[in-house]
């Protein structure tokens, strides 16, 4: 299945852009499902149709017409039920420690609980929908990236939450309760703990995948740019492949006299400095133009028409363009960590070497990299960044490497 995400700055029309794939692919032939995570909840708006479900409904997704399908996701009742277990033991682990009743209820609250919604309703239409293009219709880009980035953040918690030897902890429960004091967690926690990390892992996986996407939408405005910029930067940060910049209400070509009136005079050559920009940062990104109509593109046949008249590297949406994400080689006597960063400079990224663990981090966002196990034999001993590319460089721990018993040489293949 392939899997296309759409996101940008609030306000670009991005849920429009959306829609209007997903319209333009069912007509088309494609078995389409257009979902939207964010709570603004104008995915119906822009289809013009009721697509709200009750938050118990249990098959939610509402037909548009031959081929097109809608889902627009409620609250977080289920996954806070599930999550209720590992909050009823750290509300006691808290109890035990004379923290505030109600503090305590505000700490064990479920983070990023509407996101996980999303991810697992993302999930359940990936391995079981019928579809063959699931189109996305992301929050904007803050909470956009809040959410493709909390399937591996969440796992590396919940990592190091659940005991490695379970069978050891139930051993060891009575007496490792008296020395600290404090209740251990018991089977059926770590239960819900190993689902809840299977889970996060499959997603992450879907959304890494060769077969899923990201585009960003944008208009063409200096600040809307400059957040674009950021916003891809992060995207390749977090290992998610970005396939299209979509160009939005962008005016058509006016006559003279039109383009004679100060103020459309002023808009068009405005316009013309922002795609010229949009070419320049994105390149060699396929960048697509959406014109902006004369008329609000509401309903499908209005989306249809506003898929019509786009123009620019367009492209078959059932395709993916091969992404690379983090890889590792052997170079030199030693190895290269690369991982794309497009749009930063060395000065902008903070690295930093945690025992088995690479943190790289880029103006406010950060990834925890799990280092493979050749490399956790190494060190680093450099790193730049360069051709849109991270290289970190990585050399053999002579203390760790194995000795050839022949010739004494010590092993580094």
Partial sequence: MRVVLFTGKGGVGKTTTAAATA?????????????????????????????????DDPDPVVEIEPGLFALQLSAAHSVRRSWRSVQDYLLTVLRE???????ADELTELPGADEIVALLALRTQVESGPWELLVVDCAPTAETLRLLALPEALAWHLERLMP??????????????????????????????????ESLREIQSIL???????????????????????????????????DQVVVNRVFPDADQELVS??????????????????????????????????????????????ADARTGQIGDVLLTAPTQGMSVLSE??????????????????????????????????????????????????GAVVRNATLRV????????WPVNGRDGRRVYD
């Fill in 261 to 306: 009136t100060p103020w459309l005079a002023g808009w068009n050559e405005a316009q013309r400095r922002g795609l010229s920009e949009v070419r320049h940062s994105f390149d060699p990104l396929p960048i697509v133009i959406a014109p902006y109509l004369s008329h609000e593109p509401v309903g499908t046949n209005a989306l249809a028409a506003l």
């Fill in 393 to 400: 460089r990585f050399v053999p721990d002579e203390k760790l």
């Fill in 23 to 55: 319209v333009q692919a069912a007509r088309a032939g494609i078995k389409t499902l257009v979902m939207s995570t964010d709570a603004a909840h104008s995915l119906g708006d822009a289809l013009g149709v009721a697509v709200m479900s009750a938050p």
């Fill in 208 to 242: 890494t995948a060769e077969t899923t996407s990201v585009r960003l939408v944008l208009t063409p405005e200096r600040v809307v740019i400059a957040e674009s910029r950021r916003t891809l930067t992060s995207l390749r940060l977090y290992g998610l492949a970005v």
């Fill in 97 to 103: 420690l004379g923290v505030d009743p109600v503090v």
């Fill in 164 to 197: 490695a030897q379970r069978g050891f902890l139930r051993t060891l429960r009575p007496a490792a309760a008296a020395a600290t004091g404090l209740p251990l967690p018991g089977v059926q926690l770590l239960e819900t703990l190993r689902r809840w990390h």
């Fill in 332 to 381: 030199g006597g030693g190895y290269l960590l690369t991982l794309p960063l497009p749009l930063v400079t060395a000065a902008e990224v903070d690295l930093k070497r945690r025992d088995d663990e690479l943190l790289v981090s880029v103006a406010d966002h950060r990834r925890v990299l799990s280092l493979p196990s050749v490399l956790r034999r190494c060190v680093v001993t």
